[in-house]
């Protein structure tokens, strides 16, 4: 079982940048898609961001236009580009594959995610 191990995470004050990156072990070229989710204290852990294979995304609409998914075959490494960040978007960041945008069953196990906070 594929597990990811994600980093990038800190403390950053609101309208600053974070890019995250999620190192999976097994060749992500045939993933159909990569994802980022979130979970903030006490609250289910929601998709952020999705990517497929063929380079179509799909961003939350709480994210949209300030967060950016892209993908490294060759590292097989999932990156997040988190731009004018909110303290809104303070939670544990994970990734996991799925099979098609609308499948959201995750392919891999859970890693141990990275802490974003946004805080002044």
């Known amino acids: 079982q594929v597990q990811p191990v994600e980093s990038g995470g800190g403390l950053v004050q609101p309208g600053g940048s974070l890019r995250l990156s999620c190192v999976a072990s097994?060749?992500?070229?045939?993933?159909?898609?990569l994802a980022w989710y979130r979970q903030a204290p006490g609250k289910q852990r929601e998709l952020v961001a999705s990517m497929s294979r063929g380079g179509s995304i799909i961003y939350s609409d709480s994210v949209k236009g300030r967060f950016t998914i892209s993908r490294d075959n060759a590292k097989n490494t999932v990156y997040l580009q988190m731009n004018s960040l909110k303290p809104e978007d303070t939670a544990v960041y994970y990734c996991n594959a799925r099979m098609s945008f609308s499948d959201y069953a995750p392919r891999w196990s859970w890693g141990q995610g990275t802490q974003v906070t946004v805080s002044s």
């Open positions: 097994t060749n992500i070229f045939s993933i159909n898609v």
